[in-house]
């Protein structure tokens, strides 16, 4: 049960990824300066990847039956607060926004690292 929530999750996070790549093509140029979209992309492209590891995460769960919840969960807290913070920055430029940013990588890496942990358990 818990994998297919996970699965709605990185369904959810990677539709939002496209659409958010989809409205800076078309949305945002105009609006961004052309470093602004450089920061808006890594955002998409950190956002979508990391989807993809949150699907990939959940079916392996399902598969094996062992327990990916702590690394799932670094991995959406980091997209949220990583990807989300740099939306949120550009689109509204709230500073206070800036400081989550390198608290979702350390929770992206928090989520590569636990599962380095739960792949050295396994072996």
């Not at 818990?2 to 699965?7: M, N, P, R, S």
């Not at 945002?28 to 990391?50: G, K, M, P, S």
């Not at 926004?97 to 890496?109: D, E, N, S």
């Amino acid at each position: 049960m818990k994998e297919q929530l996970w699965i709605a999750v990185a369904s959810l996070s990677g539709t939002l990824a496209v659409v958010f790549g989809a409205f800076a093509a078309h949305a945002l140029r105009a609006r961004l300066t052309a470093e602004q979209l450089v920061t808006w992309n890594i955002a998409v492209h950190y956002h979508l990847v990391h989807s993809v590891v949150l699907l990939a995460l959940a079916l392996y769960a399902a598969a094996s039956t062992r327990s990916t919840a702590l690394p799932s969960a670094f991995f959406a807290a980091g997209i949220l607060l990583f990807s989300g913070s740099l939306y949120g920055l550009l689109l509204t430029g709230q500073g206070w926004l800036g400081p989550l940013t390198p608290l979702g990588g350390f929770c992206l890496v928090g989520g590569w690292l636990s599962l380095l942990v739960l792949a050295v358990r396994e072996g």
